[in-house]
């Protein structure tokens, strides 16, 4: 939501800028100027992307505008299956909770989360996690490694899309001095015509150049910003996975588990210590 806002807010006041210095509306309107510029573009994403990747990046600009899913409540909540889980491994045996593992989307305690049922490589890491676990034979400072390792991979993959949409962004001012120069070769053919043709079809192709810089550093550029702090969310909700397993698989105790969870939280989001021991006291009474 307040991504389109701040689209609005940026056009808004370019126009209304130029409005003021009674500067014709009309004269931005060049939708020719705009297909050489954004057709271009996207035409250089695809020269640059294997299609899968370009699909990737459209999925993480729809997820830019419905914001930061990875809110307080739903580490809160997170925290809470992370503590019914291992609860229930110390009470009944580690295997008992093999079920929920194997078939995360069938289970009891998962089913209760549907943000992480539906949030599928933190579900995947999560049960992967703990499969290793059930394995037996992996130490803890190896499994620490391994889920070190499994988050740096996302968290590049992650940033190689928005390096894709950064460079795009960077693209985007030289394209619009090809618009403005396609512009300008028009306009020398008409350069005998009268002077108010000339004035127009001048003004007409710089309006290229202008494009190309308000579209990249007004909305393609902090689109890739965003992009890049999603990913690093992401990775924080990773990390609290990770911190909450490998603590578990040191032998911690359940209510130390999700404190170790806890405290690699960002502060805007983390719950507070009486938050989560309430959760785990509603888990111990079901």
Not at 30 to 38: F, G, H
Not at 155 to 181: E, M, N
Request: proline share 6%.
């Amino acid at each position: 939501m307040f991504v389109i806002i701040g689209m609005v807010v940026v056009l808004g006041c370019v126009v209304g800028g130029f409005l003021m210095h009674h500067g014709p509306l009309e004269v931005l309107f060049q939708p020719n100027e705009i297909l050489i510029i954004v057709g271009a573009a996207l035409g250089s994403v695809l020269v640059a992307a294997p299609f899968p990747r370009i699909k990737m990046i459209v999925t993480n600009l729809i997820k830019v505008l419905k914001g930061d899913p990875y809110t307080k409540k739903e580490y809160l909540a997170l925290l809470k299956t992370m503590f019914e889980v291992f609860n229930t491994a110390k009470i009944n045996g580690l295997m008992s909770i093999e079920m929920h593992i194997e078939k995360p989307e069938a289970s009891t305690i998962f089913k209760k989360n549907p943000f992480l049922t539906k949030n599928h490589h933190a579900l995947g890491f999560f049960c992967d996690s703990m499969r290793v676990m059930l394995t037996g034979g992996v130490p803890p400072q190896d499994l620490e490694g391994l889920l070190e390792a499994d988050i740096d991979t996302h968290h590049a993959d992650a940033a190689g899309l928005t390096g894709l949409v950064q460079k795009t962004a960077d693209s985007l001012p030289g394209l619009g001095i090809v618009a403005a120069v396609l512009g300008i070769i028009i306009t020398m053919g008409k350069i005998n015509g009268p002077p108010e043709e000339i004035g127009f079809s001048v003004a007409a192709a710089l309006v290229g150049t202008f494009m190309g810089i308000l579209i990249c550093y007004g909305f393609i550029s902090p689109l890739a910003s965003h992009m890049e702090h999603l990913a690093q969310s992401e990775a924080h909700f990773l990390g609290c996975i990770k911190s909450g397993v490998v603590a578990f698989a040191k032998g911690s105790p359940p209510v130390l588990v999700v404190e170790f969870a806890r405290r690699v939280i960002a502060e805007d989001v983390r719950p507070t210590f009486s938050e989560v021991e309430k959760a785990a006291k509603e888990v111990k009474s079901q």
